[in-house]
C-alpha cells in the first residue's frame, strides 16, 4: 500500500488500482487466468462470451500482461463500487452527489509515470494492441479513457474512444458520432490547431463508469466524485493535461487539425453487427507513460454476446442513471429500472413504477423516450413485478397489456445509424408497452398473485372451532390444526358440510352456516 499526504489529506495510490481490484474479483471466482503464452491471434477467441474477466500473463511475443472484460459483468461494477448489483444504481447517484477531491501528485510520486517514453521509444505497435473480429481494419487499442480540455470553456472532457492503429505513432480516433469530443475537436480543426489529448489505459472500473457519464461538468469531477474520495492527478509529461496519477498507462499526444481525412475501420460495434469504413481524424502519440509492472487492458464489444461484454454493461450503467433521473421528474414514484444489456445497453429499458395518478406509466414512456437517444422500446409494470426476470415481465405483457389501448408508437426520433433495422434512415421510431394494471384496478390494492402457502396463524382444538372464530382458507385451518397433510382436513369439512353447519363466502374462506 503506498500512503501520500498532501495538504493534510492522506492518499491511497493502490485503493484505486486496477491489480487490486482483479485480486478482489479473482477471490469471488470472476477472474480467468491464462499462465501460458497465448498469441495475439488467439486472445479474441478467449474473451467471446466468456462470463468472466480474462487475465494473460504472457499474452504475446514479448509475454505481455494483459486483461480483458472487466466491466462486462453488473456484479463486478458492483463489486467496484463495494455494492450488490440491485443497488448499484443507487450507489452511482450518491457518489455523483459528492463534491469532487483532485490532488495534484509529482512525477515522482505518480505510480503511471514511473517509465517514461518518449521519441522513437514511443510505440503503439510495442502495445500488445490484438485484432478482436475478423473483419476489422486492424488491431485496436479498445479500452482507453480520453481526456481533453476544452479550449472554449477550460473544462475537461472525459469519454471511451477506441484506437485503430496506423503505425508507431499513429492511430486513428472515431469521431463519426455525435459527441462532446467531437465537438470540441472540430471547432480546434475550424481554427487550425491541434487538439492535445491523453489515453488512460488500464483503469478501476469506477473510472470507466466515469467514463461513459454524460453530464455537463467538468468530467475529472465526475470520476473524483465516483471514488468517494480523493483523487490523485499528475500532469502530463509532453502537453498540460492531468491525468489519473495510479493508472497502468497513458497514451499522450493529440489529434491533428486536419479534419476527418484518413479512413477508420471497419469495427465490430457495440450493436454487435459491423459498422462502415468512415473517414476519421488521426491521433499521434508523442509519449507513452507507464507503471513499471503495467498492465495493458482491453475493452470487449460487439459480438453475438451482447450481454458479456464491457460496452453492453457500462451503456447500461450509464443509461440507468440518466432514466432514473429523467423517471423522477415525470412520475411520482418510481420504483426500479433495468436497461437490458443485450440490446447494447440502452435499447431495451423497463420500468417498474407504483401508480399514484391515471396516466403515469405514459409519463414514464415518454421519459425514456426522451431522456435517451438510444432507447427504442421500452415496457412499465408494476412494483410487483420483477424487472430482471424474463418471465415475470412476460407475464405481465400477456396478462395486463392489451395493443389496442396499451401500445404507444412514436416516429421520427434521432436514431443510431449502426441499428440495421433502420435501413438508411437517419431518424426512427420508439414503442412504449404499457404492461401496467388499469389505474382502477390499483386503487382496490395490488393482485392476488399464487404462492406457496405458509401456514401462519393461531391453533385450534378442531377445524369447526377454527371456522367459529371468523373466516377460514383451507390454509388457515391446515395451520390452526397442526395439520401437516391435508385430507383429514377435507374429511373434516365434509362432515360440518353434511351437517349443515359450514359454507362458503364470496372469497371462498370457510364460515359457519347461520341456522
Known amino acids: 500500500m503506498t500512503i501520500l499526504q498532501k495538504a493534510g489529506t492522506a492518499i491511497d495510490l493502490d485503493r484505486y488500482s486496477l491489480r487490486r481490484f482483479l485480486k478482489e474479483i479473482e477471490a469471488l ?13 488467439d486472445l479474441a477467441q478467449h474473451f467471446e462470451g466468456s462470463p468472466k474477466a480474462v487475465y494473460f500473463r504472457k499474452a ?61 521509444d514511443a510505440d503503439l505497435t510495442r502495445l500488445p494492441a490484438h485484432l478482436q473480429h475478423g473483419l476489422d481494419g486492424a488491431p485496436y487499442i479498445s479500452a482507453g479513457v480520453d481526456i481533453v480540455r476544452d479550449p472554449a470553456t477550460g473544462l475537461t472532457n472525459v469519454g471511451m474512444r477506441r484506437l485503430m492503429l496506423r503505425g508507431r505513432q499513429e492511430a486513428g480516433v472515431d469521431l463519426l458520432s455525435p459527441s462532446d469530443l467531437k465537438a470540441i475537436y472540430e471547432a480546434s480543426a475550424r481554427r487550425g490547431q491541434k487538439l492535445p489529448i491523453a489515453f488512460v489505459l488500464g483503469s478501476h472500473p469506477v473510472d470507466h463508469v466515469s467514463a461513459v457519464m454524460r453530464l455537463p461538468i467538468d468530467e475529472v469531477g465526475i470520476m473524483a466524485s ?38 477508420e475501420g471497419p469495427y465490430g460495434e457495440f450493436l454487435g453487427y459491423y459498422g462502415e469504413l468512415k473517414m476519421n481524424p488521426v491521433f499521434h502519440l508523442t509519449a507513452i507513460t507507464k507503471r513499471s509492472d503495467a498492465l495493458f487492458q482491453t475493452s470487449t464489444i460487439g459480438g453475438r454476446t451482447m450481454d458479456c461484454t464491457d460496452t453492453s454493461q457500462l451503456n447500461a450503467t450509464r443509461a440507468e ?85 396499451d ?16 435501413n438508411g434512415a437517419r431518424t ?7 404492461c401496467t394494471l388499469p389505474f382502477a384496478q390499483t386503487l382496490a390494492g395490488p393482485p392476488i398473485i399464487p404462492e406457496p402457502p ?62
Open 321 to 405: 442513471v440518466t432514466l432514473w433521473r429523467a423517471l423522477q421528474t415525470a412520475v411520482r414514484e418510481p420504483v426500479d429500472i433495468n436497461v437490458l444489456t443485450a440490446s447494447g445497453g440502452g435499447l431495451h429499458v423497463r420500468v417498474a413504477i407504483r401508480q399514484r395518478v391515471p396516466g403515469e406509466a405514459r409519463n414514464a414512456i415518454a421519459a425514456v423516450f426522451g431522456s435517451v437517444s438510444n432507447a427504442k422500446h421500452v415496457w412499465v409494470v408494476d412494483p410487483d413485478i420483477d424487472i430482471r426476470s424474463d418471465g415475470q415481465v412476460d407475464w405481465a405483457m400477456a396478462t395486463r397489456f392489451q395493443a389496442d389501448r
Open 454 to 515: 405458509r401456514y401462519g396463524g393461531k391453533r385450534f382444538p378442531s377445524v369447526e372451532a377454527a371456522i367459529e372464530d371468523g373466516p377460514k382458507f383451507f390454509e388457515d385451518l391446515m395451520a390452526a390444526t397442526g395439520s401437516r397433510d391435508g385430507r383429514e382436513i377435507v374429511l373434516a369439512l365434509e362432515k360440518l358440510r353434511l351437517a349443515g353447519k359450514v359454507g362458503r363466502d364470496k372469497e371462498g374462506r370457510w364460515i359457519p352456516r347461520q341456522a
Open 428 to 434: 426512427g421510431a420508439k414503442a412504449g408497452f404499457d
Open 226 to 263: 465516483l471514488r468517494d474520495g480523493p483523487m490523485p492527478l499528475v500532469k502530463c509529461i509532453t502537453n498540460d493535461l492531468m491525468v489519473p496519477a495510479d493508472a497502468e498507462m497513458i497514451l499522450e499526444g493529440y489529434i491533428d487539425e486536419r479534419g476527418h481525412v484518413e479512413p
Open 60 to 120: 504475446g511475443p514479448e509475454g505481455a500482461e494483459l486483461i480483458g472484460n472487466v466491466t462486462a459483468s453488473r456484479a463486478r461494477i458492483a463489486r467496484a463500487f463495494n455494492t450488490t448489483p440491485d443497488k448499484l444504481l443507487h450507489e452511482i447517484l450518491r457518489r455523483l452527489d459528492n463534491r469532487p477531491q483532485m490532488i495534484e501528485v509529482s512525477r515522482a510520486e505518480a505510480p503511471v509515470q514511473q517509465v517514461v517514453l518518449t521519441g522513437d
Open 407 to 422: 401500445l404507444v408508437i412514436q416516429s421520427g426520433f434521432r436514431a443510431i445509424p449502426l441499428d440495421p433495422s433502420l
Open 29 to 41: 471466482g470472476e477472474l480467468e487466468t491464462h499462465d501460458e503464452p497465448v498469441d495475439l491471434a
